[in-house]
């Protein structure tokens, strides 16, 4: 989806990105058009019509964002209440959203069931526990009436994800999803229940993904499960795969999502046809617009500790996961000793790149960088998922604009900076 390191997208960039911190100040958001368009293609090719494909809110919850994926072929798929009006900001109909998670509170189930009731269903609600289907079918009893409301139920495929712990939400024991012994008797509780209709197996393996095979297992099981409990439901008739799609650092190996469709021929070959999933759904959101992300900031302070260290002034309040998780971004620099950088003449050195958090834990890494002095500026890149969405206000910080290059050169905002006035 990046061009390659022959043809760095900063040559194309640069000056957007230049122009963003002119114009908007830092640190700033943007994201690339060209890129996601890129990304949304290669997912739309692996995985093709009739796949029902919703992108994953949670990975960027600007709604200027959610909107310009959703035009590139993709519904939205929501964990609460809030990020079910972020996807309606960004216009979509309810019949484009699906409402998952593992923290939906009764309040989040009666929107869904209220809006059934009043003729504008979601597309579905999965749920994650038999105390969420009991308290659902509680709720529609009083409020669904003669409506009807399409349900997943959320797996806990028990592999082992080739990712890292914190991400291997698919793994036994994790907080996410039922056994297959607890879905079936969810099934049974909900389809039991007026107007709740039992549709078929939500799972999720895990973040990160760096091989196929635990995604692979997963999905054999969650096609055994809508293979079993079809038999006797006409209407349990369809399996959401999750997303997972990698987006690793530039020359690290990872699977792209065409490798992931490859897996699922044979598997589906191995259900009796009349037992196969007539609807099948994925929710990629990483993989959309990570690659598309660039966080623009400016140096405050540069001096010896032992090696050369360079201050930003942004860090773990807008891309929180090199402290969450030690995940790496490599970082560039777009200007050295203030004049715009062209890579042509320089002399690299190790930096190592802090944040201007509070916290030792405000560490973006080591990377080789020209001279640099404050009011340089530099762009962490891949910074397009699970930056905005995970962003904090900690040290009294307002959330950084949030810009959009345009294919033809010029600069959109679709989110203002956050106002001061806003934290108190």
């Given at each position: 989806?990046?061009?390659?390191a ?18 908007f100040?830092t ?16 997912v ?11 992108f ?8 200027g ?16 209440s809030g990020?079910w ?5 960004a ?6 959203i699906?409402l998952e ?18 003729g504008a269903?979601?597309r ?20 669904l ?6 349900v997943?139920?959320?797996l ?7 990712t ?7 793994a ?38 760096r ?6 297992d ?17 209407r349990?008739d369809?399996?959401?795969v999750g997303?997972g ?15 992931f469709?490859?897996e ?5 070959e191995?259900?009796?046809a ?6 099948m759904?994925?929710?990629p959101g ?9 966080l ?21 309040t ?9 995940a ?27 944040g ?11 990377h ?6 404050r ?13 905005a ?18 294919a ?17």
């Amino acid at each position: 989806m990046r061009e390659t390191a022959a043809v760095d997208p900063l040559s194309r960039l640069g000056p957007a990105l230049l122009r963003a911190a002119r114009q908007f100040g830092t640190p700033v958001q943007l994201t690339d058009a060209l890129e996601l368009e890129a990304a949304a293609a290669a997912v739309r090719a692996a995985f093709p019509d009739p796949w029902l494909r919703a992108f994953s809110v949670k990975a960027n919850d600007v709604a200027g964002i959610v909107a310009r994926v959703a035009a590139l072929g993709f519904g939205a798929n929501v964990v609460s209440s809030g990020e079910w009006a972020v996807a309606r900001r960004a216009g979509l109909a309810n019949d484009r959203i699906t409402l998952e998670g593992v923290g939906k509170t009764d309040a989040d189930l009666r929107a869904a069931v209220r809006a059934a009731a009043e003729g504008a269903p979601l597309r579905w609600i999965a749920i994650e526990s038999l105390d969420e289907a009991r308290a659902l079918i509680r709720i529609a009893d009083r409020l669904l009436g003669a409506a009807e409301l399409d349900v997943l139920f959320r797996l806990n495929p028990e592999v082992a994800p080739e990712t890292l712990r914190e991400l291997a939400v698919g793994a036994a024991g994790s907080k996410f999803g039922m056994t297959a012994d607890e879905l079936s008797e969810a099934v049974e509780l909900v389809g039991a229940a007026p107007g709740l209709v039992p549709r078929g197996v939500h799972l999720h393996v895990g973040s990160q993904l760096r091989a196929v095979d635990a995604w692979r297992d997963a999905v054999r099981r969650g096609l055994a499960v809508v293979a079993l409990l079809g038999g006797s439901r006409p209407r349990f008739d369809t399996l959401d795969v999750g997303g997972g799609f990698p987006i690793l650092p530039l020359g690290e190996g990872a699977p792209d999502p065409a490798r992931f469709a490859r897996e699922l021929p044979a598997l589906l070959e191995a259900i009796p046809a009349d037992r196969r999933p007539r609807r099948m759904a994925i929710e990629p959101g990483r993989a959309l617009v990570a690659r598309a992300g660039y966080l623009v900031a400016r140096v405050l302070h540069v001096r010896e500790r032992g090696g050369r260290q360079a201050v930003l002034d942004t860090g773990m309040t807008e891309l929180i996961r090199p402290a969450l998780y030690d995940a790496w971004h490599e970082i560039s620099a777009l200007t050295s000793l203030g004049r715009r950088f062209d890579g042509a003449t320089a002399v690299f050195e190790p930096t190592r790149v802090e944040g201007p958090i509070c916290e030792s834990t405000d560490h973006l890494g080591e990377h080789q960088l020209p001279p640099l002095r404050r009011g340089d500026l530099v762009v962490i890149r891949d910074a397009g998922a699970y930056s905005a969405s995970l962003g904090s206000g900690y040290n009294g910080r307002p959330r950084p604009p949030q810009v959009i290059a345009e294919a033809d050169g010029s600069l959109t905002l679709a989110r203002r900076r956050g106002a001061l006035a806003a934290l108190g």
